[in-house]
């Protein structure tokens, strides 16, 4: 299950801590079992090794969001990853209850557990835009000592669980995620596996989110929604409804034109130049594109 704690107060989002945080696992030593060189666009996709998971030391050690037990003495795997116009993602799958550990090229500590409900308790870490460079992973397990047999995969795509039909798993709802206007990965959360825009709600967000990354965890929010691990905040019983929102006439000039015109509101359906005068009298564009998430009461 996914942490509530965070790596610093009032921010988003833990899963993601800075490399200054925590340096008891020993990124700098030679791998246990393999140094990968991999150049985006490699065959097969995924690359995939097969290692004996866990150790003695406690992988909180990388932060306090990380889960299980690994080899603090060294990483299990290296990868020198030349980066393209592709995704990096990092999975692991095994019988057993895993978690993963990454510090990234660009010196930053990851960690996930349960990926999605899809994975069962397989976890995986994925970057939207990776950085060229040398990535360090740990596959941890829950029992000291434990060495269940593991898969570490490395794709530029999602692990290959995810986007299974509800024929072959019954545990995830798909949803349509089109109209929902996503934003960008700007978020210093982003691609954590949690979602941090304020725009939602549900199992799949932080608690503790904060404005400042509305629109900007893209990836992590998208996901989510379509896994039916969250809602848009309009559409849950946390704040108000569309219902509840007077939203006026259409005796604007510009209503009806696709954008949202009345001051009222802020987002990326809005346009940058609304007039006071417009206040209330956008009605239909601005209800529709608050439902979509695309704006927000200011």
């Not at 934003?183 to 982003?190: K, M, R, V």
Request: glycine residues 8%; aromatic residues 10%.
């Amino acid at each position: 299950m996914m942490s509530a704690s965070r790596c610093a107060t009032f921010v988003a989002v833990p899963l993601m801590c800075l490399a200054s945080s925590a340096q008891a696992l020993n990124w700098q030593a030679a791998p246990l079992y393999e140094t990968l060189e991999l150049k985006s666009g490699f065959q097969p996709d995924p690359h995939q090794i097969t290692l004996s998971a866990g150790g003695s030391t406690a992988a909180s050690e990388a932060g306090p969001n990380c889960s299980g037990f690994v080899n603090g003495d060294k990483p299990d795997l290296d990868i020198n990853f030349q980066a393209g116009q592709f995704p990096l993602t990092i999975y692991v799958e095994s019988e057993a209850d895993t978690t993963l550990v990454v510090y990234d090229a660009e010196g930053n500590w990851h960690c996930n557990d349960d990926y999605s409900t899809v994975g069962g308790t397989n976890p995986a870490l994925q970057w939207s835009s990776p950085t060229s460079g040398n990535y360090n992973i740990w596959v941890g397990t829950y029992t000291p000592g434990e060495m269940p047999q593991s898969t570490v995969k490395i794709s530029e795509r999602d692990p290959e669980w995810v986007g299974m039909s509800s024929a072959s798993s019954s545990n995830t709802v798909t949803r349509s995620s089109s109209g929902i206007e996503w934003g960008d990965n700007t978020s210093q959360w982003a691609n954590d596996g949690e979602c941090d825009d304020p725009r939602f709600s549900g199992e799949g967000t932080h608690s503790l989110n904060v404005d400042e990354d509305r629109y900007h965890d893209a990836a992590d929010c998208q996901r989510l929604y379509e896994q039916g691990q969250i809602v848009l905040a309009s559409n849950a019983d946390t704040i108000s409804s569309a219902s509840d929102i007077q939203w006026g006439d259409n005796t604007s000039q510009w209503s009806n034109d696709g954008e949202c015109d009345d001051p009222r509101f802020a987002g990326p359906g809005v346009n940058a130049t609304n007039l006071a005068e417009d206040r209330y009298h956008d009605a239909t564009d601005c209800q529709r594109l608050y439902e979509q998430g695309q704006i927000y009461l200011q």
